[in-house]
């Protein structure tokens, strides 16, 4: 996903490995917390830069012991409403005194990025509701009131479009 970061769009500098997936030689990983809990050491040993991934419902308190060795932390916002992220990164700011990213990922509003600043964050991933992923195919519709958008185009006259269209 494209990465806000200081005002620009920057490349990701870290890769989400799913649990049982193998890590890659080199580069940086983000990986969920339980995995994190689960081989910390070995993701330690291997001095990459390394994201942790929490739900909205997991404490990040309970990396405080490791914030040292974590060089980011990506913290999930599963609908627009739910504000725990919120309480997380100012709690990792100031209780932790945590000086690494923290990401914004998941469905927070953009209008929302000043108080999310406000609070500690300082990286978004910015998403595009709707949009294809990358094993999908897109199928635009292009519509007009007047004659056709190109003769080779078709389509319906818009006197002929109904609220059923689409659903038939």
Not at 89 to 98: D, G, N, T, V
Not at 115 to 144: K, N, S, W
Request: charge should be negative; glycine fraction near 8%; aromatic fraction near 12%.
């Amino acid at each position: 996903m494209p990465l806000i970061k200081n005002g620009a769009f920057v490349e990701d500098r870290f890769v989400f490995i799913p649990e049982g997936q193998a890590f890659p030689d080199d580069g940086g990983v983000m990986v969920s917390l339980a995995r994190f809990q689960s081989e910390r050491d070995s993701i330690i040993a291997h001095h990459r830069p390394v994201c942790v991934r929490l739900a909205a419902a997991e404490n990040p308190e309970v990396l405080k012991d490791d914030l040292a060795n974590i060089d980011a932390i990506a913290l999930e916002f599963p609908i627009f409403r739910d504000g725990r992220a919120f309480s997380w990164a100012r709690m990792l700011r100031e209780r932790f005194a945590y000086q690494g990213e923290i990401r914004a990922v998941g469905h927070f509003l953009y209008d929302q990025l000043a108080f999310l600043m406000r609070v500690g964050f300082d990286a978004f991933e910015v998403r595009v509701p709707g949009a294809p992923a990358a094993d999908e195919i897109v199928f635009i519709l292009a519509m007009t009131t007047g004659y056709r958008v190109h003769a080779r185009v078709g389509g319906l006259l818009a006197e002929n479009i109904s609220k059923w269209d689409g659903l038939r």
